[in-house]
């Protein structure tokens, strides 16, 4: 699982719940109707705006945004720095050998195009349209997410002036006001808490790890069509270090 991730959930909780405790207590903060509203009103908003597909799918591109462990770009580069050395050496159908260890899936169906001797301009083709779903995917999940962290304040405040509403018809009992203000802002809580702690910071990291797995599958194209070129593999090296910072660059070299 992401550090980040867990260092933030966990700091998040741990204040709210230091703040809770220290303010007087759990138990009235919560509240099964508040909760039904917040939640349902917003699962329901959410099928009704997604089809079902999109909603159901949503919950793998969150699990992958967590606990998918992007390949540093420095090992990637050394991998196809490597390939480049085999292709020149001992031809293409040399580098099938290296299919099982290759791990990433686009990895191997770029290198497989390779080896099966498809042209420079049929590799770009595919696998620019596999890095163009692979966006459209997470953009997908990315506004349901958003959606999700816009609709759960705004159900809360409905729950809110639920409450607000049964609260002002008690007002002949001055001892139930003030209890009933205080189960009426509770919905308000469940909202902000679900929006800003969770879906909104969710969509967020899901955004940037989708830009970069889709660089890291960019710069596997770039290195794949340097390698049908017959480039060496200094070029292939220079060719992907072009996506990152000078700061980060290495004098790779093959290791084979």
């Given amino acids: 699982m992401d550090l980040a991730t867990i260092l933030g959930l966990s700091t998040g909780l741990g204040c709210i719940f230091w703040s809770i405790i220290s303010g007087g207590g759990a138990a009235i903060f919560f509240n099964v109707p508040s909760l039904l509203i917040t939640v349902g ?5 959410t099928f009704i705006n997604f089809s079902m597909s999109q909603v159901v ?7 992958k945004s967590v606990f998918c462990k992007l390949p540093r770009e ?4 050394q991998k196809m720095v490597n390939y ?3 292709n020149r050496r001992d031809g293409a159908l040399a580098l099938e050998q290296q299919l099982p ?3 990433d899936g686009f990895l191997v169906k770029a290198m497989q195009m390779v080896i099966d001797g498809q042209d420079e301009a049929a590799i770009e083709k595919q696998l620019g349209l596999e890095i163009q779903y692979l966006q459209e995917r997470h953009s997908m999940g990315k506004k349901i997410i958003e959606f999700m962290g816009s609709s759960a304040p705004a159900w809360g405040m409905i729950g809110t002036l ?7 018809q008690s007002l002949n009992d001055p001892s139930q006001i003030g209890s009933g203000m205080a189960v009426s802002l509770i919905t308000t809580f469940y909202g902000s808490f679900l929006a800003n702690l969770l879906f909104l910071p969710m969509a967020g990291k899901l955004g940037i790890r989708s830009k970069q797995e889709a660089q890291l599958r960019e710069m596997i194209m770039e290195g794949v069509i340097a390698i049908v070129r017959g480039d060496s593999p200094t070029v292939v090296r220079e060719r992907m270090q072009a996506f990152i910072s000078y700061a980060r660059r290495a004098d790779l070299r093959p290791r084979i």
Avoid: E, H, K, T
């Fill in 74 to 77: 420095q090992d990637l580069i």
């Fill in 162 to 168: 639920i409450g607000l509403v049964q609260m002002l």
């Fill in 41 to 45: 009103g917003m699962v329901s908003a």
């Fill in 57 to 63: 799918g949503v919950f793998s591109v969150m699990r």
């Fill in 84 to 86: 480049a050395a085999i």
């Fill in 101 to 103: 260890g290759a791990g």
